[in-house]
């Protein structure tokens, strides 16, 4: 399936079932349907993810990683942290070099991250170094403080802004966030738009049912984007993006924001024959499949990212867009070929080393798996594009036929 994240194999429901859901948030969703009638998907997922008894993002622990239920980027290999700090630098750079520096990450999860980041910047006595604050955003509160702790241990506590700590000049980044913000899920029947909600069948369970659209603007979002479902097609909706992506950049007068996800522009998102039936996935412990109502809190929820509606919250948030690439185009650009091979050159690289690194820069790369996903940066008094300079690294390298920006 070219839905799938590298490693994970779609199954049937039964591998899984000794999962079992959240009993509370189980009980706060039937209790909210039997007050309120059929609960919109977009209610469904906020609370399966969010709701802080049960969500899924308010468990104590992050759960990317090996031992978790899906691996991202950063956890693969620090290597992808270590080639990002390149392209870190460079927009400080062009920014003039200004102190303080701030680097917002938006689900910081375990820090892995910012720690590769800021251990490469070290390796590199990098001047950004002096500049550099770093301040993780998460969901779940608990999250910080064991993200700090790690922080402490590894002796970069310093870097860490203090709560509420602004400065005007920075960036804001998202490695894998966007695809969890709650969607509105609608189907098409006939002539007219049906909304995805939920219902208790017979036996209590949770079944899907379909309503009248929660509010005209999703058929305005489709409407803008010139988006036509075909009878039957069900899609998401993501109408929680443009007060995201304002709120996140909020703080920046001078900066950058980098958004890395699944996704695609809108003509690709929801053409009726690839995406018939929406991009809903559900993942736990490393498998994925598409039943969002089994394990209630306790899988994760995501939903491609409509790259056109990306773009469009971000012009209506003041940014300009500096470029959009997928994740293999830009890593190509800030040189991660060059990086396997100084590995592979030093002396101090064992074979182990050498196979691991190697083989996540494979997966990062590859084009029917993270190496597709989208990376998309916008401005914010960003500097006019001056002919004497080269493109951002980011947005330097281009697979042979491709053009130069798809949205
Ligand atoms: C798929 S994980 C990615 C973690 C990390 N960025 C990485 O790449 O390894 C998503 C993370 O985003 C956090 N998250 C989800 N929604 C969020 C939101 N609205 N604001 C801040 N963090 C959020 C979750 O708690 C989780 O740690």
Do not use: K
């Not at 914010?380 to 947005?395: I, S, V």
């Amino acid at each position: 399936m070219d839905d799938l994240q590298p490693g994970l194999r779609r199954v049937s429901a039964t591998d899984l079932s000794d999962v079992g859901d959240d009993p509370a948030l189980l009980r706060r969703i039937r209790d909210e349907i039997l007050a309120t009638g059929p609960m919109p998907f977009v209610r469904f997922m906020e609370l399966a993810l969010y709701a802080p008894e049960g969500g899924y993002y308010r468990a104590a622990s992050a759960r990317p990683g090996r031992e978790g239920d899906f691996i991202t980027a950063p956890e693969l290999h620090p290597i992808f942290g270590q080639t990002l700090s390149t392209a870190i630098e460079e927009i400080w750079r062009r920014l003039g070099e200004p102190t303080p520096f701030v680097l917002r990450e938006h689900g910081a999860g375990t820090g892995t991250l910012g720690l590769a980041v800021l251990n490469e910047l070290h390796r590199v006595r990098s001047p950004l170094l002096d500049a550099f604050r770093y301040a993780p955003i998460e969901i779940e509160p608990d999250r910080i403080g064991a993200l700090e702790s790690r922080f402490a241990r590894s002796g970069w506590d310093g870097v860490l802004a203090a709560p509420g700590e602004t400065g005007g000049d920075g960036m804001v980044l998202a490695n894998e966030v966007l695809d969890a913000l709650p969607v509105h899920r609608v189907r098409r029947r006939v002539d007219s738009l049906r909304e995805v909600a939920i219902e208790l069948g017979p036996d209590d369970g949770l079944v899907e049912v379909e309503i009248d659209p929660s509010t005209p603007a999703l058929a305005a979002r489709l409407a803008s984007e010139a988006i036509e479902l075909i009878d039957g097609q069900t899609a998401e909706i993501c109408l929680a993006l443009d007060a995201w992506i304002a709120a996140a950049v909020s703080s920046i007068e001078r900066g950058v924001l980098l958004l890395i996800d699944y996704g695609a522009p809108a003509a690709a998102l929801y053409d009726p024959v690839r995406r018939r039936d929406g991009t809903l996935r559900a993942y736990l412990r490393h498998q994925v499949h598409d039943d969002p109502y089994r394990h209630v809190g306790r899988q994760d929820l995501t939903a491609h990212v409509d790259v056109t509606a990306v773009e469009r919250a971000a012009h209506a948030a003041g940014l300009t867009t500096i470029g959009i690439t997928t994740q293999a185009e830009a890593l190509m650009g800030l040189g991660i070929e060059g990086r396997l091979q100084a590995i592979q050159a030093d002396p101090a690289t064992t074979f182990e080393d050498y196979s691991l690194v190697r083989s996540a820069l494979v997966r990062l790369l590859d084009p029917a798996a993270m190496g597709r996903f989208e990376v998309m940066a916008f401005g914010r008094d960003w500097p006019a594009p001056d002919e004497r300079e080269p493109p951002l690294g980011l947005f330097s390298y281009r697979l042979p036929g491709r053009a130069d920006r798809r949205c």
